[in-house]
């Protein structure tokens, strides 16, 4: 009879118990929703994100543009040595010469007379420029101790006269988009914003 060898003993190893595959496992349902509900958040507050960057730039613009005239009426007027005016209509602001300004708007709110009378002006050299306000924007302006904004209609165009000497009217000038509003107060001695206010919602 042969014997067989025995089997060594294996040393320090444990054999290896029998692996069953694993079945890959899906998503469930409470799983998907809370990805779905956190897709939604972000998405949402990108976009609310953009709307409000959107009207605080659509404000921003018309301040900026609104402080650049003003600051060309001021240099025109030193300039020329002659009074300059800024007119406010509905949709639309105006630079052009004293003289040529609209009669309709010749005197504050309180009744006084804005810097005198008209200069009359020597022809080409006078200096005109127009800019358009977006639709979506209101414009109203506040004269110097008032406390009620002028809303420019066909009827009342608001007048903001510069002087040769460089002064002008201190004049609030506010801009609302839906909720959102810009609101800029005029140094009179500088024709730039001194004091300004943006809320953006």
């Not at 929703?33 to 709307?51: E, H, N, Q």
Request: net charge negative; proline share 7%.
């Amino acid at each position: 009879m042969t014997c067989l060898p025995k089997s060594e003993p294996l040393q320090g190893k444990t054999p290896r118990p029998f692996l069953r595959p694993q079945l890959s496992r899906g998503f469930t349902l409470i799983e998907i929703v809370i990805v779905l509900m956190i897709i939604g958040l972000v998405t949402g507050g990108s976009i609310a994100a953009m709307l409000l960057t959107s009207s605080e730039r659509v404000l921003r613009n018309a301040s900026g543009e609104v402080e650049l005239l003003a600051k060309k009426a001021r240099t025109a007027s030193i300039l020329h040595q002659t009074p300059y005016a800024i007119e406010f209509h509905a949709g639309s602001v105006r630079l052009l010469p004293f003289a040529e300004a609209s009669e309709f708007e010749r005197s504050t709110a309180l009744g006084n007379s804005i810097g005198g009378e008209a200069v009359e002006q020597e022809g080409p050299r006078s200096i005109r420029e127009d800019i358009e306000i977006d639709p979506d924007i209101t414009l109203t302006v506040r004269r110097w101790n008032t406390t009620d904004f002028i809303t420019p209609s066909e009827n009342k165009v608001p007048v903001w006269r510069f002087d040769p000497d460089g002064l002008s009217e201190p004049l609030t000038v506010r801009f609302e988009t839906g909720k959102s509003y810009a609101m800029d107060t005029y140094h009179p001695l500088t024709a730039t914003i001194a004091d300004s206010e943006l809320e953006a919602n």
